[in-house]
């Protein structure tokens, strides 16, 4: 029998063109794919959402601060509340604070949460109050000055509320605020005529025909009851700081009435309360616009602010 | 007569050189042509990573820029990972701005790719070149007021 060894030979070179062509092509096609990489997942959600869960976290304490506030300081005759605690007090119920919202924290988000009262930046102040509207506006010391200085070269004067009876029992009283220079004044007569910074012996800036009116002084609002006319206004305008406020009799006689008033003290201001006896005008020490160390920290952010609340807005 | 030789002028040795180069000849025809298509695909791919990179950064920076709106002396590190290459390649990404607008700069520069991305900012932006990869987003308060910038 005769074998073909000749075609035998040929196949095997066949497939070795082949194998090599084939390898050839892989070879080209690893070389060309070597490098391209599609687009990744570049997935950041986590610190997205820790921005988000830092900025309602800050907004929580700052709307709880404002609350605090109320709640912290002792409440006062004049207008039921005050937003002006002692820093003691303040710092003690923030610290209670700053736990419960850590803990709240850690279970709903896993962040750590830390809000602490900055000494340094708070502003402390003095608030001055006399409760007792029979005493009204007189001086209480019993002297019987026509006018008598309640604050003394301050920066800041806040919740400043006049309580002022305007049923005719008295005569009137005015606040008047001066850096030396330039004076600013409010006059409430007890007929219930009022002049913003202008003299009584022109048209009132409104008339109101009620028992008393509360004026809320340094915010410039007549808080209750309003009269026409008696809108807002701005307190001590063209007045420069620092400044004096002193209240001045009209006519003789003092105006009935109670008042409260928070005077910035640590750049050299002052308040001058008397405290001589019961029912007469005292002072505490307070905070003004407190400021609240904020902390917020989680495995995508970490975050700190001072947190300042302006304790002259209404709560 | 003899029946004519059917393998007259063929040669095994020249029908194989002739074999592999045909082949060759394709392959590399095949090779060049699909190179330029790779080319373009890769381009393509770097251009649109850029794009979700930097859509991802500019938003993240956004966040920031409201956080370091929130309170006063604001101090906030947002932590961010990227690839560190866009289609095998490295890139740096450059945050600047123009006037009020905030611009970020993403260049793969061997591959000759470049986007710009807009930043919505309320906040100084400090000008800032980083490498790809962990970017952290940064907010400060400094001498000349708050900023917010990116570091590696």
Excluded at chain 1, 139 to 154: E, H, I, R, Y
Excluded at chain 2, 51 to 78: E, F, K, W, Y
Excluded at chain 2, 85 to 98: D, E, F, K
Excluded at chain 2, 121 to 143: L, M, Y
Aim: glycine share 10%; net charge negative; aromatic share 8%.
């Amino acid at each position: 029998m005769v074998t073909d060894r000749t075609a035998r030979r040929d196949r095997g070179q066949m497939l070795l063109v082949g194998a090599f062509i084939i390898a050839l092509v892989i070879l080209g096609i690893v070389v060309m794919l070597n490098g391209i990489e599609f687009t990744e997942n570049v997935g950041n959600q986590n610190s997205i959402t820790a921005a988000e869960d830092a900025a309602r976290t800050q907004q929580m304490i700052r709307r709880d601060l404002r609350q605090m506030l109320v709640y912290v300081g002792p409440r006062n005759e004049v207008t039921g509340y005050t937003q002006f605690p002692a820093a003691d007090d303040l710092d003690e119920n923030l610290t209670t604070y700053s736990g419960y919202r850590a803990n709240m924290s850690v279970g709903n988000t896993g962040a750590y949460v830390n809000a602490t009262l900055n000494d340094d930046r708070t502003h402390e102040g003095e608030f001055l109050v006399e409760p007792d509207p029979s005493i009204g506006y007189e001086k209480p010391d019993g002297l019987t000055d026509a006018s008598w200085q309640v604050a003394d070269d301050t920066h800041a004067v806040q919740g400043f509320v006049m309580n002022v009876s305007t049923d005719g029992s008295g005569s009137g009283v005015t606040a008047n605020v001066t850096d030396g220079t330039t004076e600013w004044n409010l006059t409430v007569i007890s007929d219930g005529r009022i002049y913003v910074n202008k003299s009584t012996g022109t048209a009132p800036t409104c008339t109101v025909s009620t028992d008393y009116v509360l004026v809320n002084v340094s915010a410039g609002e007549f808080t209750h009851p309003s009269g026409a006319g008696c809108g807002e206004f701005s307190f001590a305008e063209g007045v420069t700081r620092p400044y004096d406020v002193y209240f001045t009799r009209r006519s003789g006689t003092w105006a009935n009435g109670n008042y409260t008033m928070a005077v910035r003290t640590d750049d050299g201001g002052m308040a001058l309360g008397f405290g001589a006896g019961s029912g007469d005008a005292y002072t505490r020490p307070v905070v003004m616009n407190p400021v609240v160390d904020v902390v917020f920290e989680d495995s995508a952010l970490s975050y700190e602010s001072e947190l300042e609340v302006n304790t002259s807005e209404q709560p | 007569m003899r029946p004519r030789d059917q393998s007259r002028g063929i040669s095994p040795a020249i029908t194989h050189v002739l074999t592999v180069s045909i082949s060759a000849m394709l392959i590399t025809a095949l090779l060049l042509s699909a190179s330029g298509l790779f080319r373009e695909q890769r381009e393509r791919v770097a251009r649109q990573q850029l794009n979700d990179i930097g859509g991802q950064l500019s938003s993240q920076l956004d966040r920031v820029d409201r956080l370091s709106q929130s309170g006063t002396n604001v101090s906030a590190t947002m932590r961010t990972n990227y690839p560190s290459s866009v289609a095998g390649r490295p890139y740096t990404m450059w945050l600047t701005s123009q006037g009020d607008t905030g611009l970020l700069y993403l260049n793969a520069s061997s591959l000759g790719v470049q986007v710009r991305i807009a930043v919505a900012n309320q906040t100084r932006i400090e000008p800032q070149r980083v490498t790809g990869e962990d970017i952290r987003v940064i907010t400060e308060h400094s001498a000349a007021g708050q900023y917010i910038t990116i570091r590696n």
